[in-house]
């Protein structure tokens, strides 16, 4: 709860996209990649909705943040915005499974997740694109 909405962080680390509740997928990056802590990574988003396994590897996910927070990055993706997530399944899935209190939880989590990382000062990572209006990073 304490990271800013700006991360600044150090080479090496793997960079990750979109899940989007492949829980398995999740596994085979984990195997393939390396296990944190002696693997870093940062997840740009989407973690959840169109799989079958969007709880599951949201759960996964947080438990290496929770874990290891100096090695395991999660960035917030335009699924993990309540009117996203609520129109593609995530709420459905919740709501079925468990209740639209816990729904509700991973809102709040999903709130407090940064937007962008740069690494090493020279790569820009986000879930979506830049705006022209943007000029500078300060």
Same mark, same amino acid.
């Given at each position: 709860?304490?990271?800013?909405? #700006? +991360?600044?962080?150090?080479?090496?680390?793997?960079?990750?996209?979109?899940?989007?509740?492949? &829980? @398995? =997928?999740?596994? *085979?990056?984990?195997?393939?990649?390396?296990?944190?802590?002696?693997?870093?990574?940062?997840?740009?988003?989407?973690?959840?909705?169109?799989?079958?396994?969007?709880?599951?590897?949201?759960?996964?996910?947080?438990?290496?943040?929770?874990?290891?927070?100096?090695?395991? #990055? +999660?960035?917030?993706?335009?699924?993990?915005?309540?009117?996203?997530?609520?129109?593609?399944? &995530? @709420? =459905?899935?919740? *709501?079925?499974?468990?209740?639209?209190?816990?729904?509700?939880?991973?809102?709040?989590?999903?709130?407090?997740?940064?937007?962008?990382?740069?690494?090493?000062?020279?790569?820009?990572?986000?879930?979506?694109?830049?705006?022209?209006?943007?000029?500078?990073?300060?």
């Amino acid at each position: 709860m304490d990271q800013p909405v #700006f +991360l600044e962080l150090e080479a090496p680390i793997k960079i990750c996209g979109d899940l989007h509740g492949q &829980f @398995y =997928d999740l596994l *085979k990056l984990l195997e393939f990649g390396g296990m944190p802590p002696e693997a870093n990574y940062l997840f740009l988003g989407d973690y959840v909705d169109r799989g079958k396994y969007s709880i599951e590897t949201m759960c996964l996910l947080m438990c290496f943040k929770i874990k290891y927070p100096e090695n395991f #990055f +999660l960035l917030r993706g335009n699924h993990e915005i309540a009117e996203i997530n609520r129109m593609y399944g &995530f @709420y =459905d899935d919740c *709501k079925r499974r468990f209740s639209i209190k816990m729904w509700k939880k991973f809102i709040d989590v999903f709130n407090c997740l940064p937007i962008t990382a740069l690494i090493d000062d020279k790569i820009l990572c986000m879930h979506g694109g830049l705006s022209p209006d943007l000029h500078t990073l300060d």
